[in-house]
Nanobody
């Protein structure tokens, strides 16, 4: 059974940092791309950061230079380090394995 479990969300002041984690079971991040997405209230889900199986990364323009995606293959976990957070980063953040498997999301709220 495939399962992706996000954690690490919460409430933080603007300028602060959070690290999100996505722990996987039933699949391996060694063999497929992984992405972090977010969905703000009233908005469409958008790709924030992604990493291929060979560790090539890509970022949305809105987060480039502030967010970093990484993974630990031994722990089968992917991370999203978020620095210099802004109120517009407020959203539910999801990790996805390819486009087939999704986690349940973790909420990030950035106060001004």
């Amino acid at each position: 059974q495939v399962q992706l479990v996000e954690s690490g969300g919460g409430l933080v002041q603007a300028g602060g940092s959070l690290r999100l984690s996505c722990a996987a079971s039933g699949i391996s991040f060694r063999f497929n791309s992984v992405g972090w997405y977010r969905q703000a209230p009233g908005k469409q889900r958008e790709l924030v950061a992604s990493m291929t199986s060979v560790d090539t990364t890509n970022y949305a323009d809105s987060v480039r230079g502030r967010f970093t995606i990484s993974k630990d293959n031994a722990k089968n976990t992917v991370y999203l380090q978020m620095n210099s957070l802004k109120p517009e980063d407020t959203a539910v953040y999801y990790c996805a394995y390819g486009v087939r498997y999704w986690g349940q999301g973790t909420r990030v709220t950035v106060s001004s």
